[in-house]
């Protein structure tokens, strides 16, 4: 376990997810605006979760995250750097039945504590394509403020939030 909050558990993923990161990367709405393709099969997301390297090379990544109640799993979230731009930002995906009940926010929150309570960020960033209203709501109730526009993907629009550490509401 990595992280816990009231509801949720969040843990490394493992290649036994396969088969929840492939059904959740196969529902369209769920990567419509991501840029992502879905995976062809399990095997490619066993492959995808085998050769993940976020947690080797920077102590973080994309975490699992798991209900509590009833040790669901409701899809990812979590920190990533990219180190061709040296920027960490804050990234969720969840499958389509958790949606609207908060769990995005909350898991988030908790990783952007994290990040720079533990791991002693200074900044972390927030990505989304525009027309994602949803994600964009989520990066705006963690108190990230739009920074600027940039070519999400294949002429998509798209937007980064940012926060800083000393304006981050802890809690």
Known sequence: MILETSRLILRELVPADDGELFALNNDPDVIKYTGDPAFRNVQEARSFLE??????????????????KDGD?????????????????????FSKRYWNQGFATESAKACLTHGFDKLDMETIVGRAMKENTASVKVLEKLGMQFDREFDFYRGHSGVVYKVEKKQFKFG
């Open 73 to 93: 799993f409701l899809g990812w979230c979590g920190l990533k750097y990219d180190p061709s731009i040296n920027e960490t930002d804050i990234g969720f995906r």
């Open 51 to 68: 050769n993940y390297d976020q947690y080797r090379k920077y102590g973080f990544g994309r975490w699992a995250v798991i209900l509590k």
